[in-house]
């Protein structure tokens, strides 16, 4: 995915408010290796961004930053939005090298429902928790991790420990929570 981002010279609400008034989203740009910097970018190239996004993989997205000329990869750290159009009014990067190591939040999807026999027993999935805290490097972050339902029965669980993980990932939360339960309706 790639935007466009443009350094920003004005601070404060007052200068943030005029943005936002014409069509930009103020955004901060983090890197390790050096200090943050404000930036920001045009709101309707990153709603048609949200729109390309499958659902719930914004966080697990490594978009490609073009900034005065020079390309950074980043990922998401945060977006807030409006509390009632939900339209962003801030986002924060995080930049680095393919090397880098990153943490963000992998969605996890579950595959066969439909074939399952607890979907035709009146089971239903629950999924407390919708995605896995993991620490990677940048140039290998997984797009999601997926979970196969369709053999468990009505009361069996997976827990995280039960996603495999790439190689070069690993957990930043505890695997013995439970990521999927089929429950009975």
Known sequence: MELSVFKRETKGRSAL??????G??????YNKNQDSYPVYLELAAFEKVLRSVAKNHLSSTVFSLSIDGKVEKAVIKEVQYNKTTYTPI????LTGSDEDFVNVKIPIECKNQADSIWSKLGGVLRMPI???KVRCKMGS?????SVDVEKMEIGDTKRLEDITLPEGVSPLVNVKEVAVAIAKR
């Open 90 to 93: 801030h986002i924060d990067f």
């Open 17 to 22: 408010t005029q943005l936002r008034a014409r």
């Open 141 to 145: 972050v997984p797009a999601s991790f």
């Open 130 to 132: 919708r995605s896995y």
């Open 24 to 29: 930009y989203i103020p955004a901060v740009i």
